[in-house]
């Protein structure tokens, strides 16, 4: 895919096609966005603009069609991933990962002129990794551009941050759209069926994290929504005011603090989703607790 195709991003495609058309490509780039708005298939759009002999991914050259395939051998993209030890644990990007980055960094390119290292889920850096990273970032190695991937910029040190280019993604409307509905469903069968429909709906967040994020993001906002109404705001400050009247039939079922309470456990269930939480579990306990905490 090439940049110019990224949809709901003109302002990061526009810095990157910048960078790219003016010979002005930062060392290190930090994609910073929620789930769903198109920062990975960026980075590989930007990464594939970098390997192309062109340097505009046309699409036909060898290093194009190495990139397209996930063969390039100068193309590097770290994902989080189980222990060892237990397949089945938490992912997580460790220590182990990001020495192995920190070798390959060390050797030239193999036939581009640049070397790209893609982090996704970088939020999910453990242990000692994010300060790794750092000393990678402190003393570039020539020839390479490193790119993480993540939901917030306090998802890692101050320290990371600041030697990385800024990249924001804005949230995307349809994904935040399909969210709500999805949000808004799974909340009605729980209250119609009981909390058995709900374990069988969230079987598929374990395999699917970023749509766990987007649900429960989609549940902190409808929470948000509760608090307006019961509070008496205007209308105008509701993130779904096309739900007002359902929504403040909704606040009349919940006291105060019964509302920040459920908002508190959807902002600690959205940060528990970036270090490594099962989805499945998170996504059961915020939609519980919103659907029949008040009845």
């Not at 603009?49 to 993209?77: S, Y």
């Not at 989080?80 to 980055?101: D, F, Y």
């Not at 970032?137 to 020539?142: G, I, Q, R, V």
């Not at 205007?234 to 009247?245: G, K, R, T, V």
């Amino acid at each position: 895919m090439a940049l110019e195709e990224i949809e709901g991003q003109p302002r990061a495609v526009a810095l990157l096609q910048r960078a790219l058309e003016g010979g002005r490509v930062a060392h290190a780039y930090a994609f910073v966005g929620p789930a769903g708005s198109g920062r990975t298939a960026t980075a590989l759009a930007f990464a594939h603009a970098l390997l192309c002999e062109t340097g505009r991914a046309c699409g036909q050259c060898r290093g194009c069609r190495l990139a397209v395939a996930g063969k390039h051998p100068d193309l590097h993209v770290i994902v989080p991933t189980p222990p060892e030890s237990n397949p089945k644990g938490a992912r997580a990007i460790r220590i182990g990962a990001v020495r192995e980055l920190e070798r390959e960094a060390a050797l030239r390119p193999v036939i581009a002129r640049q070397k790209i290292f893609v982090l996704d889920d970088a939020d999910r850096m453990t242990g000692e990794t994010p300060q790794a990273i750092l000393k990678t970032l402190e003393e570039p190695p020539a020839h390479t551009v490193l790119i993480l991937i993540l939901a917030r910029t306090r998802a890692v040190p101050a320290t990371v941050i600041s030697r990385c280019q800024l990249v924001r993604f804005a949230p995307r409307e349809d994904g935040q759209a399909e969210a709500r509905d999805e949000a808004v469903a799974l909340l009605a069968e729980v209250r119609d069926k009981g909390v058995e429909a709900l374990f069988r709906r969230s079987q598929a967040f374990d395999r699917d994290r970023e749509r766990a994020e987007r649900v429960v993001d989609a549940m902190w906002l409808f929470a948000r929504d509760l608090l307006v109404a019961r509070a008496g705001g205007p209308l105008a400050l509701l993130a779904h005011s096309d739900q007002a009247e359902t929504i403040a039939r909704e606040a009349e079922r919940w006291t105060l603090d019964g509302i920040l309470a459920v908002i508190d456990l959807c902002r600690e269930a959205r940060e528990a989703l970036a270090v490594n939480v099962t989805p499945r579990l998170t996504v059961e306990i915020v939609a519980s607790r919103l659907a029949l905490g008040a009845a």
